[in-house]
């Protein structure tokens, strides 16, 4: 079934560690986003990349890498977890960023 | 820069009324408006969307209104079913903000059978 696949669906993290969040689409979109939902806040862009090679900042982009080595992938890093990042992380993608963006259903990350 | 402002938080209607839902854009450079369903454990789902050169779609029993003078958007359902239940979001971007979706902080919508 086309669409999106994130992964892990959850996890606990203790603070310091680094992890990676996986993000795969197989409908050869060109743009790709990562979101955070909090509760009472909603969702809030962290990065984007508009196309293969291109990645750029969104709202929240502070404590979060992102790499786009090729169409389908684009991992989320936290390079050193923070309780503050514990949050649901949303990846999403789009024909071009100008159209609609269709989601993942998500990883839930505790940071403790 | 863009905020976008949802209202009610909360709603509550009987099966077979309509919901409405509104939201306002700050930032009159604003040019798409979708609007995503989200149940639980889920990710949010577009379920329509408008451009500003347009000031109404429909789409079955959901339809999308938006008044660039006023900046503000909204999201009619009509014949509401238990279904319709989950949280909605309105979001607002403009040209070559990247793809870059503001999004408001939700509506839960409960419809009681």
């Known amino acids: 079934i086309a669409g999106i696949t994130q992964a892990p669906t959850s996890q606990i993290l203790a603070a310091g560690r680094r992890m990676t969040l996986r993000c795969t689409q197989d409908?050869?979109?060109?743009?790709m986003y990562w979101y955070r939902q909090d509760l009472g806040l909603g969702l809030r862009l962290i990065h984007y990349?508009?196309?293969?090679?291109?990645?750029g900042k969104g709202e929240v982009p502070d404590g979060y890498s992102v790499s786009r080595a090729n169409t389908d992938d684009f991992p989320l890093t936290l390079a050193s977890a923070v309780p503050s990042q514990t949050s649901v992380y949303f990846c999403?993608?789009?024909?071009?960023?100008?159209?609609?963006?269709?989601f993942g259903d998500g990883t839930r990350l505790s940071i403790l | 820069g863009e905020n976008v402002e949802q209202h009610p938080s909360t709603l509550s209607v009987q099966e077979g009324d309509s919901a409405v839902i509104k939201c306002t854009y700050s930032d009159s450079a604003s040019n798409y408006f979708p609007w995503y369903k989200q149940e639980l454990g889920k990710g949010p789902q577009l379920i329509i969307d408008i451009r500003s050169n347009v000031g109404e779609k429909k789409d079955q029993r959901i339809a999308v209104t938006l008044n660039k003078t006023a900046k503000h958007f909204s999201l009619h359902i009509t014949e509401t079913q238990p279904e319709d239940s989950a949280v909605y979001f309105c979001?607002?971007?403009?040209?070559?903000?990247?793809?870059?979706?503001?999004f408001g902080k939700g509506t839960k919508l409960s419809v009681k059978p």
């Open positions: 990349s508009n196309t293969a090679g291109t990645t």
């Open positions: 979001a607002a971007s403009w040209a070559g903000s990247q793809g870059n979706l503001i």
């Open positions: 999403a993608s789009s024909v071009e960023s100008d159209q609609p963006q269709h």
């Open positions: 409908m050869r979109h060109n743009a």
